[in-house]
């Protein structure tokens, strides 16, 4: 049974799902040194944003497949050392959308109105109403820098609180900022008309400092900034001079440049700064939701199916994968059995998409048939993350071609590959959405669904044939579950195709092509 260690923690809800394939350890407040120590008997790893999972600790999880972050940033794990050795990363990118959006409107409210001090006030006992006046959001501008999924609502709740909104996002269209009542400005207008900054931008290395004595001077003595987005968008040291010198109005932060924060000038500061550690995710819902996002994805990978929201992996939005998914099991079935019908050093692999999936988007049936192709190769060192550069590494070139007529299924999948046992091909399609059916080996039709061991011969359709088999086989032992021939004219070639129970015993592929009419034989494990 596979092992998975949650490191940070996690709602029962994920833990509940997990156990159902895995044996489950809850290890929190690990110290990098011990993780390292234990990460090596893992196969996945399921973390907030507490433990950073380094190159190190990568290097240590031998066993590990996937890592999975319950939450959307995923700057706590060096995902470029994860992909360099295929395992997967993967977070849920709008289980807390609403919950961190809502702490930036709370932090809003919350700095406007000095809600902590006149709380903190009223508990000591005081009852101080002239130390708290404070200011309205209604016609206030708000500048929305990065108006993704968190900043998009945060902008819809603002805008029925009767705010002015102004937005900035390089990759965003004027068309959606509208839609969403914003005016999409250039970063120095924002800087300059905003009465609120919120910032809910990814960390990177374009945004780090984003906020900083230069940006900072530009905005009104009253702006107030919010960042529940990232530490270190923010120049901390730059941010509490700016506020000690009466440069801007407030700030409530969430997030911050090292976390727990440590000896902070921040601290020192009054009303005119909120902090909290790191909340914005925090709530019931939230919480239930990224666990229920994160240990499905991770059940999944471990049950062997792609995940829907990997980083780390050509993206695909969670809706079309899950779409594509049997057709990803179908384009890997195929790859893996065209790989053992062609042999070793595959250097070309045609990929025809046919149907309805030749108006699908190709590259996870691309990845996956790869995966499939590689597996002989690389065993469970190959999966969907690295199957592309594993390709690339070994000269596989893959040409893809459509064809968006419909034939006998609604959609069908062939591939061809040529390698040290010749040029074979083989078709494939979904029955019910789900199952998979070989439609066609080496241009032979056939409908067989796949079995775990197989064997295929191909051989001139004349009577007597398949007795012949049947008794060799026999005579090994191997059981035959099914099997069906192939053949485009009577008495023509044929193909034949074999679910067998066993593998098949040493040598008697050897047997198999001395009986009379059978060419070739070919016997493959799925
Ligand atoms: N405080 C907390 O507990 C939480 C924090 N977060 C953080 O909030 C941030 C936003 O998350 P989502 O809205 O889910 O992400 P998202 O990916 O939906 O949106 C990010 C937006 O930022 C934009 N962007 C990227 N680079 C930019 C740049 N240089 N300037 C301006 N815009 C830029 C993107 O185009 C995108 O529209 C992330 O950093 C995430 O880690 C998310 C959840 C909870
Ligand atoms: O897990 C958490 O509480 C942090 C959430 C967060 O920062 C994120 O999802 O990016």
Not at 154 to 166: C, D, N, R, W
Not at 463 to 473: E, F, M, T, V, Y
Request: hydrophobic content about 45%; charged content about 20%; overall charge negative.
């Amino acid at each position: 049974m596979s092992k998975v260690l949650v490191s940070d923690s996690i709602d029962q809800a994920g833990i509940d799902i997990l156990s159902q394939v895995a044996t489950v350890d809850v290890k929190l407040g690990l110290k990098p040194a011990e993780l390292i120590e234990i990460i090596g008997e893992y196969d996945a790893l399921m973390i907030r944003s507490s433990t950073r999972v380094t190159q190190e600790i990568i290097e240590a999880g031998t066993q590990l497949k996937i890592i999975g972050r319950a939450g959307v940033g995923v700057d706590n794990v060096d995902v470029p050392a994860a992909t360099r050795r295929g395992i997967v990363v993967v977070n849920s990118p709008e289980g807390n959308t609403i919950a961190a959006a809502e702490h930036a409107l709370a932090m809003i409210l919350a700095l406007s109105r000095h809600i902590p001090d006149a709380n903190a006030s009223v508990k000591r006992g005081a009852w101080d109403r002239n130390s708290f006046v404070g200011a309205e959001v209604y016609k206030k501008t708000l500048g929305v820098v990065g108006l993704g999924k968190i900043g998009s609502h945060v902008a819809a709740v603002a805008k029925t609180m009767g705010m002015k909104l102004l937005a900035y996002d390089p990759f965003i269209s004027t068309d959606r900022a509208e839609q969403l009542g914003c005016q999409l400005v250039e970063l120095d207008l924002l800087f300059q008309q905003a009465d609120y900054i919120t910032l809910h931008i990814p960390k990177t290395p374009e945004t780090t400092h984003l906020i900083n004595a230069t940006t900072l001077a530009k905005m009104k003595p009253t702006a107030r900034i919010i960042n529940c987005a990232r530490g270190g968008i923010i120049d901390e040291v730059a941010l509490a001079a700016a506020l000690k010198a009466g440069k801007i109005g407030g700030a409530a932060l969430d997030v911050f440049e090292s976390e727990p924060l440590g000896e902070s000038e921040l601290r020192s500061l009054g009303k005119e700064i909120i902090l909290t550690p790191h909340l914005g995710a925090s709530t019931a819902e939230a919480q239930v939701n990224v666990a229920i996002d994160v240990a499905e994805q991770i059940r999944d990978v471990l049950l062997g199916l792609p995940a829907r929201s990997a980083v780390n992996i050509p993206g695909l939005g969670p809706d079309v994968l899950e779409e594509l998914k049997p057709y990803m099991q179908l384009a890997e079935t195929l790859g893996n059995l065209v790989g053992q019908l062609a042999g070793g050093r595959v250097e070309v692999l045609n990929i025809r998409l046919q149907g309805e999936l030749a108006t699908n988007k190709s590259q996870p049936l691309v990845v996956a048939a790869l995966k499939g192709l590689l597996f002989q190769a690389l065993r469970e060192r190959v999966n969907y993350v690295n199957a592309s550069i594993e390709a690339k590494e070994r000269g596989i070139r893959v040409i893809e071609t459509r064809d968006a007529s419909i034939r006998d299924y609604a959609g069908t999948l062939h591939l061809e590959a040529t390698g040290t046992l010749g040029t074979h091909s083989v078709t494939g399609a979904l029955l019910g959405e789900r199952e998979i059916h070989l439609t066609d080996v080496d241009g032979f039709p056939i409908n067989v669904p796949p079995s775990k061991y197989m064997l295929f011969t191909l051989h001139r359709d004349m009577p007597g044939i398949i007795g012949k088999l049947g008794s060799l086989l026999g005579s090994f032992n191997v059981n035959i579950a099914s099997m069906q021939v192939g053949r485009k004219i009577v008495r023509g070639d044929a193909v034949m195709a074999l679910s067998i129970d066993d593998p098949l015993p040493e040598g008697i592929l050897d047997e198999i092509i001395k009986v009379p009419g059978i060419r070739d034989a070919y016997t493959v494990t799925l």
